[in-house]
């Protein structure tokens, strides 16, 4: 038993995936559904108020009557999707949980927006459509390893027209320094985020170099083990551009986050403005 304690808190080689989509869980995904609903928590995402000044910074600066068809990469239920469709845009959201995508989709009904929604993996995306803009948001591209951002990257470029923007945010190089390392474990009498059930989680915060992050979540219950991987890659802003540029976009604006906030090289985070 104390050795299979000890390879669950064994750090993984970089970029080690989960096994299965944990985000589809039926439990799990419930929870985290509820964590993007919650509009005074920042786990998932933004603040309520952090949103709405985000969503008119946005629609001012690449405004709906010039860009029209607007796709959300990592939409969630719905939050940002419907205050662009609100304002104006033809909105497309694209996420990989289904519990998110259903959500979405029956609220974009009950308002009646005309919202159009797609479970899928934006690794594997091909939407048949071409859009004026694109956006990415709440940092999402940094949990991606070296070789999907590169992938998504490419894909959200075969998605844009000529001269069609692409926003996006990452975390910045200063957050990756105050990141602390450490173990902790937990019991979970009557369960908790990961479980509905009793469980003792085994928490392991380590860092990698080039400004990798993980959060690695271990399970022990009653009847399984099971391993959550939760990387992150930070940035400074002459390695993001530089994915950007690789990729064939050029830069727009460099920021310190999407709501239009001026970039700071001590910044927690970092957002890109870029052109097809």
């Known amino acids: ?45 933004r603040k309520k108020a952090f949103i709405e000044k985000s969503a008119l910074w946005i629609e001012e600066v690449v405004p709906p009557s010039s860009y029209p068809l607007l796709l959300d990469i990592g939409c969630g239920p719905g939050i940002y999707a419907e205050k662009f469709a609100k304002m104006g845009y033809q909105v497309t959201g694209i996420d990989f949980s289904k519990r998110s995508i259903e959500y979405a989709q029956n609220s974009a ?57 692409f926003l996006l945010d990452v975390f910045g190089a200063a957050k990756y ?61 002459e390695m993001l551009i530089r994915e950007a540029t690789d990729a064939g976009f050029k830069v727009c604006e460099v920021l310190g986050d999407v709501a239009g906030s001026p970039y700071q090289e001590d910044g927690l985070t970092i957002s890109l403005l870029l052109e097809k």
Request: overall charge negative.
């Open 109 to 165: 009904l009950q308002q009646g927006l005309d919202i159009n929604y797609h479970y899928q993996d934006y690794l594997t995306m091909d939407l048949n459509k071409i859009f004026d803009f694109a956006a990415m948001i709440y940092c999402d591209y940094g949990a991606l390893s070296t070789t999907d951002r590169q992938v998504v990257m490419q894909k959200v470029f075969e998605h844009l027209k000529p001269d069609g923007k």
């Open 1 to 45: 038993m104390l050795n299979s304690i000890v390879k669950l808190l064994e750090h993984p080689p970089l970029y080690t995936k989960s096994e299965g989509a944990f985000w589809n869980d039926e439990h799990i995904s419930k929870q985290m559904l509820k964590a993007h609903l919650d509009p005074e928590f920042e786990g998932a995402s």
């Open 177 to 237: 320094k105050s990141f602390e390392e450490k173990q902790t474990w937990e019991v979970c009498h009557d369960g908790g985020f990961w479980r509905p059930r009793k469980y003792v989680a085994l928490n392991g915060c380590y860092k990698y170099s080039d400004y990798v992050t993980l959060e690695q979540v271990s399970i022990i219950s009653d009847s399984e083990t099971a391993l959550y991987y939760l990387w992150n890659t930070y940035f400074t802003k």
